[in-house]
């Protein structure tokens, strides 16, 4: 035995109109990331992981004095391979070379120019990014869902209008699901600007990128039946 309410079926009386309703919204990013690649090379292996472990070091320490700009930080893969050197009597070690990948998320768009620039300044280190998106929890997806369900509710009335009729109940909502869709991921919109006001930042430093954030699209889609009056087709 189940709770379940008995399920309402269409008759002439009482008709069915399903919809779906369907909203788009263009919202500014709320978080960006970069990726961080330090490398190391070296004949020696111990020197070479001392090399690398340095240059992480002094990465990760130029990210954390970002503080709360900062909404993550965390390390990726790390490889060490030797560079092997060919010759007749058999194979012999000819180098080191190390890596070690950071990802960092960031909430201040200001601050991501100035430390973008300051790694992309230190030597055998390269950046990747940024990627723009959205919190998992962002405002954004609400909003979107509920001018979804409007937008269904205004679309059954419009039909029940065209017919004579008026809109009577809900009789069920389906949620088709969230989707964000990322925009083209091509070269983001900068120009040069003084580089000043960063913690530690030396005089010499080169001019910090003024990056534009891509706007996200988040895209919301319901499906929703209601009951109706009886129609009026005599017109």
Known sequence: ??????????TPEVPHVGVRGEATLEVEPELARIAVTVSARGTDRRGTLDDLGGRNAQVLELVKGYGEAVDKLETGAFVITPELRERR????????????????????????GELTTRLA??????????WWSLRPDSPAYRAARQLAVRDA?????????????????????ADEGM??????QGRPAMRAVAFAGAPGAAEDMAQALDMEPEQQSVYAQVT????????????
């Open 1 to 10: 035995m189940t709770n379940e309410a008995p399920r309402t079926y269409p």
């Open 89 to 112: 009597r058999g194979e012999r070690i000819r180098a080191y070379h190390g890596s070690v990948r950071i990802g960092a998320t960031l909430t201040d768009f200001t601050a991501l």
């Open 224 to 235: 929703a039946h209601f009951t109706m009056t009886a129609p009026d087709l005599s017109a």
């Open 153 to 173: 509710v205004q679309r059954a009335r419009e039909y029940a209008e065209a017919l004579g009729a008026r809109l009577l109940a809900l009789v069920e909502l």
């Open 179 to 184: 989707q964000q869709t990322l925009p083209y």
């Open 121 to 130: 300044d230190l030597d055998l280190t390269r950046v990747d990014g940024p």
